[in-house]
């Protein structure tokens, strides 16, 4: 597990994305370095209970995140968390996690 999620941030204009585009949507450039989020505030939640060919598979929720200084992204949701809470975001097996964060 890593902290924080990999994005692609435009070098001209600061924008970020995940994932990665082929160009900029905003200043139309497709010069981009590698950027980590490491939290954002949960907007929706989904949750998917049924997949196709799985047996053993268990409801999971979906967040759709928007990140600080970073684009929205949709990460698997490990606990509770509803609209409005701040996720800590990270990484298992390349795919984005989210969770609340811890209250020290
Ligand atoms: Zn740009």
Redesign the pocket.
């Known amino acids: 597990m890593s902290a924080g999620v990999g994005i692609w941030r435009?070098r001209?204009?600061?924008?970020g994305y995940f994932p990665e585009r082929l160009l900029?949507s905003?200043?139309?450039?497709h010069d981009f370095v590698p950027d980590r989020v490491i939290e954002g505030v949960v907007e929706e939640i989904t949750v998917i209970r049924h997949v196709l060919g799985q047996t053993d598979w268990a409801p999971r929720r979906l967040a759709s995140v928007r990140t600080v200084n970073g684009p929205r992204i949709t990460v698997g949701l490990r606990d509770e968390s509803g609209p409005g809470t701040v996720i800590e975001l990270f990484e298992e097996g390349n795919a984005p996690f989210g969770a609340a964060k811890a209250v020290p």
């Open positions: 435009c001209t204009c600061g924008t900029c905003r200043c139309h450039t």
